[in-house]
């Protein structure tokens, strides 16, 4: 969670919750934008403005349907896996500036959005990349394009598990979004506290909007109206909106998540760009990997743990510089257009 007074709408809490993690101390938290009390502020907007479609992905022998957005024509695939109690529209406004050079795809994941499966609250890391690996093969078959995993946070580790298992052939690059081993399991043991201290129950959308940027994890307003509304449910008993996935109760597959994840991020045998929120994240593996070149690490200033959502253009610009850099075109070669590699 990336906020270290009341985080919410966040699944592990982990990488946020270290008081010392640069990215959250006082001098690097972006400040939250201006509120007004106007409901038109706050109001949801439609994925149609940033997305081109959205698609029931059945999966074969199963009840299971994930849906998923898309956006361009032409390129590689971009495909996005969220973060815990978040939702694919949570790459929306960053979708809008990537599909101008490469194809975008965001799924919500198993227990998330406008997904329905057999067993919504198992959030295991096996059956999550299971999942992943499910739908890619559903929506591409035997001939899928090159395709760039991106990951934030829950989703970093399950994109990372998904190209480590080398199930989908044409993975040509990994990007994992503000998520380290090392912080994320020392800070398993703060997570229900974090999630029983977020605010709870909202009498609107728009309230619940409006606290996610006032005392929530965005930073963006035109995101939080996009994303926020997708990880909301309405509580007839209550007469009010609460979240949608209990993150409360997938205590059990945490470790899961983030256990070893650094070992295997390094090992896949794939290019791969690690985006923090600060600089004082990386544990001892991901040190000495940085150091051999293993991988290329990138600071993302002024935002909080949502780098996608809080700085979409800015998140949008490095992975479109993380394919040129590459060469990672519709086949895995190089696309034409876009601007070459800048440091």
């Known amino acids: 969670m990336d906020s270290s007074n009341l985080p919410s709408l966040h699944e592990e809490g982990s990488e946020e919750l270290l008081e010392s993690s640069s990215a959250f101390s006082p001098s690097n938290v972006p400040p939250r934008p201006a509120t007004h009390h106007s409901l038109q502020k706050y109001s949801p907007l439609d994925w149609q403005g940033f997305f081109d479609k959205?698609?029931?992905?059945?999966?074969?022998?199963?009840?299971?349907?994930?849906?998923?957005?898309?956006?361009?024509?032409?390129?590689?695939?971009?495909?996005?896996?969220?973060?815990?109690?978040?939702?694919?529209?949570?790459?929306?406004?960053?979708?809008?500036?990537?599909?101008?050079?490469?194809?975008?795809?965001?799924?919500?994941?198993?227990?998330?959005?406008?997904?329905?499966?057999?067993?919504?609250?198992?959030?295991?890391?096996?059956?999550?990349?299971?999942?992943?690996?499910?739908?890619?093969?559903?929506?591409?078959?035997?001939?899928?394009?090159?395709?760039?995993?991106?990951?934030?946070?829950?989703?970093?580790?399950?994109?990372?598990?998904?190209?480590?298992?080398?199930?989908?052939?044409?993975?040509?690059?990994?990007?994992?979004?503000?998520?380290?081993?090392?912080?994320?399991?020392?800070?398993?043991?703060?997570?229900?506290?974090?999630?029983?201290?977020?605010?709870?129950?909202?009498?609107?959308?728009?309230?619940?909007?409006?606290?996610?940027?006032?005392?929530?994890?965005?930073?963006?307003?035109?995101?939080a109206r996009l994303s926020i509304p997708s990880t909301l449910k309405y509580d007839e008993s209550r007469n009010c909106y609460t979240y949608q996935t209990p993150l409360e109760e997938s205590e059990r597959y945490w470790k899961g998540w983030y256990e070893g994840l650094s070992e295997k991020f390094l090992s896949c045998p794939v290019p791969k760009l690690l985006l923090l929120a600060g600089t004082d994240r990386l544990d001892r593996s991901l040190t000495i990997g940085q150091m051999q070149g293993k991988f290329q690490m990138v600071v993302v200033r002024h935002t909080g743990h949502a780098i996608q959502e809080d700085v979409p253009e800015e998140f949008a610009s490095l992975v479109l510089n993380f394919i040129s850099h590459n060469r990672i075109g519709p086949r895995g070669v190089e696309i034409p257009g876009i601007r070459s590699w800048k440091q």
Not at 186 to 194: D, E, Y
């Open 54 to 223: 959205e698609d029931d992905i059945t999966i074969p022998g199963t009840n299971d349907v994930f849906h998923v957005y898309t956006s361009g024509s032409e390129g590689p695939v971009v495909f996005c896996l969220h973060g815990g109690g978040y939702s694919g529209l949570s790459f929306g406004l960053a979708a809008s500036k990537l599909k101008e050079k490469a194809r975008v795809a965001a799924m919500d994941l198993r227990g998330h959005g406008k997904s329905s499966t057999d067993d919504d609250l198992d959030l295991s890391i096996d059956t999550l990349c299971n999942d992943v690996i499910a739908v890619v093969k559903a929506m591409y078959r035997d001939s899928p394009p090159a395709i760039i995993l991106v990951g934030h946070s829950m989703g970093g580790s399950v994109a990372v598990h998904v190209a480590a298992k080398k199930a989908i052939s044409n993975i040509h690059g990994l990007v994992v979004v503000d998520v380290v081993e090392g912080t994320a399991m020392a800070s398993l043991i703060h997570m229900q506290k974090i999630l029983s201290s977020r605010a709870q129950h909202f009498p609107s959308i728009e309230k619940a909007i409006e606290w996610s940027v006032k005392g929530g994890p965005l930073r963006n307003v035109e995101s």
